[in-house]
């Protein structure tokens, strides 16, 4: 259910409210409906649909992408792998066998092999070994056994250029402003292949008319080395590094690495045994902002999480669910990210929210809107989220309880 921000009749303050968190009008601090809110503009968080209304659909469709705007999303967002015939298409993983039905497929059964992705070894069918042509093919599937399977098959792989022109055509009919938010997904792994996608993704957003700070995009990455490329290459829209981790030491908090989460694979590659921690601190941040505007981290670099451990040293099912995972565990205090990041200029996105019990913090009694209010309070610009709506129906209790209009 959107909230009021999104409702269908909005007040022109809160247009103007929203048009100035997207980069589309000049921000004022003063701005009606900023009162209270630790963001870095004041503003409210922005909703950030990860990878579409991804919690219903299959993830990273056209139809994904439509629901998530209907939903009431201020921003889509979308990852970048490429054909084999340099077609940009929205995938999260270049192993096609994760979120389409290639497995299914015996004129493709050939094509299944082993290889490895960022110095990790998967087995699958990648895409690029498929054309265009071939992956239209496909149908999506969704990647979680536990969400909607009904939907399995039914919506193709769309390219990037679709999801432009469906962002423009949605903008065209609703006068809704709605933000893009690409990444290219293993940039070394795919220039290694001579399927480099930088130029390209410029290329688009230029033809699009939305190559400037202003325009309604964010371009993300996990590699530096992507993110300066692009900027180099006359990227002009707002930059983000993304901020990874492997899991939490269920003892002490403290975020784990592994590979291939460990560190930006172009850092494995050129030797450099450095974590993605160092991203955090602030010397870390002082060198993100000679590059990007913000950083998208996973969230327990702000809010961790700390199980109770038993007389064998592990973790225990608190709740006798037979597992061990988040619900066992309960959410620490806010580190000082947000803050240090603030102060270094940089905003926060933190990703990634989603509704599952078995994903939520103790303390949250299995209330997703528990989680984001702790984090929109600890002042986060925005968060990516599988479930938009419930985003929205947290972000307007947050703004109630500071007092402000939900825009
Ligand atoms: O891009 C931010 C967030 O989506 C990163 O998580 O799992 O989609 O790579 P993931
Ligand atoms: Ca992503």
């Known amino acids: 259910m959107p909230s009021a921000r999104f409702a269908t009749q909005r007040p022109a303050t809160a247009l103007a409210a929203l048009a100035c968190a997207l ?20 503003q409210p968080p922005l909703v950030v649909a990860h990878r579409g209304a991804s919690g219903y659909l299959p993830e990273e469709t056209l139809e994904a992408y439509a629901r998530a705007i209907e939903l009431g999303a201020d921003v889509i967002e979308m990852d970048l792998v490429s054909t084999k015939d340099g077609v940009l298409i929205t995938r999260h993983d270049p192993n096609l066998a994760l979120s389409t039905d290639v497995a299914s497929r015996p004129e493709f059964a050939a094509r299944k092999r082993t290889m490895q992705v960022d110095g990790e070894t998967q087995t699958g069918w990648f895409s690029q070994d498929f054309t265009l042509a071939e992956i239209k093919r496909l149908g999506a599937i969704s990647t979680d056994a536990e969400r909607p399977q009904q939907y399995n098959g039914r919506y193709k792989v769309p390219t990037f250029q679709e999801v432009l022109d469906l962002v423009k055509a949605t903008q065209q009919r609703t006068g809704k402003p709605v933000a893009i938010y690409p990444e290219t997904k293993n940039p070394t792994f795919f220039r290694d292949l001579g399927l480099p996608m930088e130029d390209k993704l410029i290329a688009m957003l230029n033809q699009a008319g939305l ?18 490329y692009m900027k180099s290459k006359g990227l002009r829209t707002k930059l983000i590094q993304l901020i990874d981790g492997d899991g939490v030491d269920m003892k ?12 930006p694979y172009e850092w494995t590659k050129a030797g450099d045994k450095r974590n993605f921690d160092v991203m955090v601190t602030p010397a870390g941040l002082a060198e993100i902002k000679t590059y990007a505007d913000g950083i998208g ?32 565990a309960t959410a620490l205090a806010p580190t000082t990210l947000v803050a240090d990041a603030h102060r270094a200029g940089l905003f926060v996105h933190p990703f990634t929210f989603r509704n599952e019990k078995r994903r939520l913090a103790a303390n949250y009694q299995g209330d997703p809107v528990q989680e984001y209010l702790a984090f929109y309070r600890a002042g986060v610009d925005g968060v990516f989220t599988d479930f938009t709506d ?9 703004m109630k309880e500071r007092g402000a209009a939900a825009r």
């Open 23 to 42: 980069g589309l009008a000049a921000c004022s601090s003063t701005s009606p409906g900023a009162g209270g809110v630790a963001t870095l503009d004041g």
């Open 390 to 398: 419930t985003a929205l129906t947290a972000r307007a209790q947050f």
């Open 297 to 328: 981290p996973w969230k327990r670099y702000i809010v961790s999480i700390k199980g109770t451990i038993g007389a064998d040293g592990k973790a225990i099912d608190i709740n006798g669910d037979g597992k061990v995972n988040d619900a066992d």
């Open 211 to 228: 190559n400037s700070k202003a325009a309604p995009v964010f371009v993300q990455s996990f590699e530096p080395g992507s993110l300066k």
């Open 252 to 263: 002490t908090g403290a975020i784990t690495y592994a590979v291939p989460v460990d560190r």
